[in-house]
């Protein structure tokens, strides 16, 4: 039962143009939204996150968007740098209950 | 550094055994989560502990079983191991003032032979 799904594995982007990562979720009950960023042979970590009663939270480089009827959020990354090069996890979770995580979407960002 | 520490960093074990990893949150924090991905797969909550108690479970196999020591470290034991028990086993921390964030440790790469 995925609940929240990263449709696409992979991302190639020039380094200074945007990088736009997209993540797709079912249950309307979620209340919280994230995004966590790996490295190889690294635990991931949190980068950015955005709460159900809002529709964008920015934070320098990278600006979260969630659209709640389309039940779908996005990250934004301007300008992409090459140390950007990473997995995004996104995430989601509603109070009390436990985290869901999707597949994660490769992203590289090409010099 | 997320603050959380994880041991052993790789296990290679054979079917059929008994393993134990074990995870140290992120000093105050008293939320510890285990994860689990396998290959090509997203992270797949298994179980939360809060404070010594079970707080949530996830996909956790029978065979699998965790607890929260009075000192907040943790232990994940997995018994009857199968090829398919292969994978990296993350341990994620959460405190009062973080509790929309965990911060996880750099996971435990287990392989069943």
């Known amino acids: 039962d995925q609940q929240v799904k990263q449709n696409s594995p992979s991302l190639s982007v020039q380094e200074g143009r945007i990088s736009i990562l997209n993540c797709d979720y079912t249950?309307?009950?979620?209340?919280?939204f994230l995004w966590y960023k790996k490295y190889p042979a690294e635990g991931p970590t949190f980068l950015i996150s955005?709460?159900?009663?809002?529709d964008k939270n920015e934070d320098g480089r990278f600006t979260v968007f969630l659209n709640k009827s389309a039940k779908h959020l996005s990250l934004h990354i301007v300008p992409s740098q090459p140390g950007d090069s990473a997995v995004y996890f996104c995430?989601?979770?509603?109070?009390?209950?436990?985290?869901?995580f999707g597949t994660g979407t490769s992203l590289t960002v090409i010099p | 550094d997320s603050g959380v520490t994880q041991t052993p960093k790789h296990l290679i074990t054979a079917t059929g055994q008994r393993v134990t990893l074990r995870c140290s949150p992120r000093s105050g924090d008293l939320s510890v989560y285990w994860y689990q991905q396998s290959l090509d797969q997203g992270l797949q909550f298994l179980i939360q502990y809060y404070n010594g108690e079970e707080r949530a479970k996830g996909n956790i196999l029978e065979r699998f079983s965790a607890q929260q020591f009075p000192d907040l470290h943790s232990e994940l034991n997995l018994s009857s191991l199968e090829l398919g028990d292969s994978a990296l086993y993350f341990c994620?921390?959460?405190?009062?003032?973080?509790?929309?964030?965990?911060?996880f440790g750099p996971g435990t790469r287990l392989t069943v032979l």
């Open positions: 249950n309307s009950m979620f209340d919280y």
């Open positions: 994620a921390s959460s405190g009062p003032t973080s509790y929309n964030e965990q911060f």
């Open positions: 995430a989601a979770y509603h109070t009390g209950n436990q985290f869901y």
């Open positions: 955005i709460s159900s009663i809002k």
